[in-house]
C-alpha cells in the first residue's frame, strides 16, 4: 500500500517542480534578496550593519566579512554600525559584491 502512495504522490508532481537541490538554494536565495543580481549597491541607513546588510543580500550572516572587506572595514566587527566608521554616513551608497566560492578566511591549523 505504501509503495502505490509514494508512486502516485511523485506522479502527482509536476516535472517543472524536480530540481536539484542547489537549484533550490541558489532561487530561494534570490527571492530573499528580491530578485537583484549581485554585485549590486545598497544605499546604507544609520542602523545598518555587516549582519544586517549580509541577511539582506545574501539571506545569511554568512558573507558579513566579505561586505566589510570591500567597503575597507576589514577588522569592523560585524555587529558593529558601520556608520560608527566615520568613512560612511547614512545616504552613502557602497558595493555589495557577490559571495566568494571558498571562504576568505584561512583555515586555521
Avoid: F
Amino acid at each position: 500500500m505504501l509503495v502505490g502512495v509514494a508512486v502516485g504522490l511523485a506522479a502527482a508532481v509536476p516535472a517543472h517542480a524536480i530540481t536539484n537541490r542547489r537549484a533550490d538554494r541558489d532561487e530561494s536565495r534570490y527571492a530573499m534578496r528580491g530578485g537583484e543580481q549581485l554585485p549590486t549597491k545598497h544605499t546604507l541607513r544609520a542602523n545598518d550593519t555587516g549582519n544586517s546588510l549580509s541577511r539582506h543580500h545574501y539571506g545569511s550572516r554568512s558573507g558579513a566579512l566579505t561586505i566589510l572587506s570591500r567597503i575597507g572595514l576589514k577588522k569592523w566587527g560585524r555587529s558593529r554600525q558601520i556608520v560608527e566608521a566615520k568613512r560612511y554616513e547614512a545616504g552613502d551608497t557602497i558595493p555589495i559584491p557577490q559571495l566568494p566560492r571558498a571562504s576568505i578566511n584561512p583555515p586555521t591549523r
